[in-house]
């Protein structure tokens, strides 16, 4: 799943898109380590635990779980994968584009 995030955030990079990751792997120290060996580039908040305040308050049961969010902040997808996450994706920028 990381090669396909990490290229989906290089070609879109121009674009209305932003991938967050939550990450439940640890402290500060810990999420550094696994960003570095993993080359993960986008934005991590660090949750510390599978029963972190953010796992927690959106209810994820299991890992990853993927949301994904129009430009108004409303879930439209839940737990999309490879070529459907990115089609969704895009069709989200072409909508937000649109809209402007």
């Given at each position: 799943?990381?090669?396909?995030?990490?290229?989906?955030?290089?070609?879109l990079k121009n674009e209305p898109f932003a991938l967050l990751g939550i990450?439940?792997?640890?402290?500060?120290?810990?999420?550094?380590?696994?960003?570095?060996?993993?080359?993960?580039?986008?934005?991590?908040?660090?949750?510390?635990?599978?029963?972190?305040?953010?796992?927690?308050?959106?209810?994820?049961?299991?890992?990853?779980?993927?949301?994904?969010?129009?430009?108004?902040?409303?879930?439209?997808?839940?737990?999309?994968?490879?070529?459907?996450?990115?089609?969704?994706?895009?069709?989200?920028?072409?909508?937000?584009?649109?809209?402007?």
């Amino acid at each position: 799943m990381i090669p396909h995030e990490r290229e989906l955030v290089e070609r879109l990079k121009n674009e209305p898109f932003a991938l967050l990751g939550i990450n439940s792997d640890g402290d500060a120290e810990a999420v550094k380590k696994i960003l570095a060996k993993e080359k993960i580039t986008w934005r991590q908040a660090i949750d510390v635990s599978t029963s972190g305040p953010l796992a927690t308050k959106w209810g994820v049961q299991g890992w990853p779980t993927i949301y994904i969010l129009d430009a108004k902040g409303v879930i439209r997808h839940k737990n999309l994968r490879g070529k459907q996450m990115e089609d969704a994706v895009v069709k989200l920028i072409a909508e937000a584009k649109a809209a402007k």
